[in-house]
C-alpha cells in the first residue's frame, strides 16, 4: 500500500481509492547483486523475486519498501545511466503484470525520460540549460565526470511500481535536491525540458512526491486483473 500523502498534483483521494491492499501480502524476497551488466537485468525476470537491489557492501533494505510497492529496483547512478534499464525493466513488468501490448512503449518511453531526469539533473546535478555546441560538450563531459566521481557516483536511483485493476503506478525517484514540476514546453524553444513534457502526453496521470525527488506516473488499460504471471 502507497503511505505517502499530499501528492502535488495528485487527485484528491485517487490513490487510497485504488491502492487498498498490496498485490502480494507475503515478505519480499530481495535479490542483491553487485556490479549489474545487461545479463544481469534479466533477473528482473524472475517470478520468484520482487525486490531487486545493486549493493557495493551492505545488505539493508531501503525505506522505500515501506510502501510496500509490487516490484522493486535499486540501482547505483552509473549502472542506470550505461545499461538499458528501462527496456528490460518495461519488459518485465509486462510480463510480470501481464500487461496489455499497447502499454509496452509509453511504459518504456516514460520509463527512459525519467530515468535520465533523476540520473543526470538529479543525482549527478547537471543543468541541460545549454545553447550552443561547445555548451553541449561541457555537459556531457560534465556527465562522464561525475558518473565516476564522488558523492554522485554513489547515489541511487529506485524505481517503485503499484498494480492494481485497470492501473499501473510507477515511481522513480533519485537522491538529488528536487525538482519543480513544469507544464508545457519550455519557453526558450531549446530543447531541454521535453522529457517531462512527452511523459504527461503519454502516462494517464503524473505527480511529484512530498520530497519533490519522486516522480509519479499512472498508466490505465482495460485489462480486468493485475497478477504476477505464473511463468
Known amino acids: 500500500m502507497l503511505h505517502s500523502t499530499a501528492f502535488p ?9 485504488i491502492y487498498s491492499a498490496p ?16 545479463k544481469t537485468l ?11 537491489i545493486e549493493t557495493k ?18 540501482l547505483l547512478t ?8 528501462a527496456q528490460k525493466l518495461s519488459a518485465a513488468l509486462m510480463k510480470r503484470f501481464l500487461l496489455p501490448h499497447e502499454m509496452m512503449i509509453p511504459l518504456e518511453t516514460c520509463l527512459q525520460e525519467a530515468l535520465l531526469n533523476a540520473v543526470i539533473h538529479g543525482n549527478l546535478a547537471v543543468d541541460s540549460r545549454f545553447q550552443t555546441l561547445s555548451g553541449f560538450e561541457s555537459f556531457c563531459s560534465l556527465i562522464e565526470t561525475r558518473l565516476a566521481k564522488a558523492p554522485y557516483c554513489n547515489r541511487r536511483i529506485t524505481i517503485s511500481a503499484w498494480c492494481d485493476t ?16 513544469h507544464k508545457g514546453l519550455p519557453e526558450d524553444g531549446m530543447p531541454h525540458g521535453r522529457g517531462m513534457y512527452l511523459i504527461r502526453s503519454l502516462a494517464s496521470d503524473v505527480w511529484i512526491g512530498d520530497d519533490r525527488r519522486s516522480l509519479f506516473m499512472t498508466f490505465t488499460h482495460e485489462n480486468n486483473i493485475c497478477t504476477p504471471s505464473a511463468q
Open 57 to 74: 557492501n551492505e545488505t539493508s533494505l531501503p525505506p522505500a519498501l515501506l510502501n510496500m510497492p509490487d516490484f522493486f529496483v535499486l
Open 23 to 38: 498485490l502480494t501480502a507475503s515478505p519480499p524476497s530481495p535479490y542483491f547483486f553487485s556490479e549489474p551488466t545487461k
Open 9 to 17: 498534483l495528485s487527485p484528491a483521494g485517487s490513490m487510497s481509492a
Open 166 to 181: 485497470g492501473h499501473l503506478t510507477l515511481c522513480v525517484a533519485d537522491e538529488g535536491d528536487g525538482f519543480r514540476f
Open 78 to 85: 552509473p549502472s542506470t545511466y550505461h545499461l538499458p534499464v
Open 42 to 52: 534479466a533477473c528482473f525476470r524472475s517470478p520468484h523475486h520482487s525486490v531487486f
